[in-house]
């Protein structure tokens, strides 16, 4: 089991979509994102197609002190090649370097790999995205590659890092976790 629980990973609720919508649409925030604004009932639409695909594993992020500061979870799950690309978003930028992310990828890897027993895990990043190339890196994922003009940003295409860890390397990445 990961060592530190400073946050749990529950289901999000209907009436915290609002915040979701206030996530989405802040610069600050969306500057990493795959779309630049979204609508309210573009939320409810990504929410409700979330919640009742069985590829999809959508999860609020709960810091200890009880407070919803993000979300993230498991999407395009393969069960039969058992692999899935991960994602978070930490909206609550008072949580913003202090561990929430990492703490929240490995949370994430291990319900993949342990609980849902995946053999693989994909991630798309954005260049720019220090702190989220930082991040993933130091919880294991490697960089595999380039996805050319997958993001559209700042008036300009964008190619995407994409970033992967296998079940192995889960496991050799875990024992390190609590000296990193």
Not at 48 to 68: H, M, S, V, W
Not at 96 to 115: H, I, M, N
């Amino acid at each position: 089991m990961v060592a530190d629980y400073r946050v749990k990973l529950r289901d999000i609720r209907t009436a915290e979509l609002e915040k979701v919508l206030h996530w989405r649409n802040d610069p600050e925030v969306g500057e990493y994102l795959a779309e630049e604004s979204i609508s309210w009932r573009e939320v409810q639409e990504w929410y409700d197609q979330a919640t009742a695909n069985p590829c999809i594993r959508l999860y609020a992020i709960e810091a200890k002190d009880g407070r919803f500061i993000g979300y993230g979870g498991l999407q395009d799950i393969d069960w039969a090649e058992r692999t899935a690309s991960l994602y978070i978003i930490i909206g609550e930028k008072d949580y913003w370097d202090r561990g929430y992310g990492r703490t929240t990828v490995l949370r994430l890897a291990e319900l993949a790999f342990e609980e849902l027993e995946l053999n693989r895990l994909d991630l798309a990043v954005l260049p720019f995205n220090y702190r989220g190339i930082a991040c993933y890196e130091r919880c294991g994922f490697r960089r595999v590659g380039f996805l050319n003009d997958w993001y559209l940003r700042r008036g300009k295409p964008w190619r995407s890092i994409h970033m992967r860890m296998t079940r192995e390397q889960y496991f050799v990445a875990k024992k390190t976790w609590s000296q990193n």
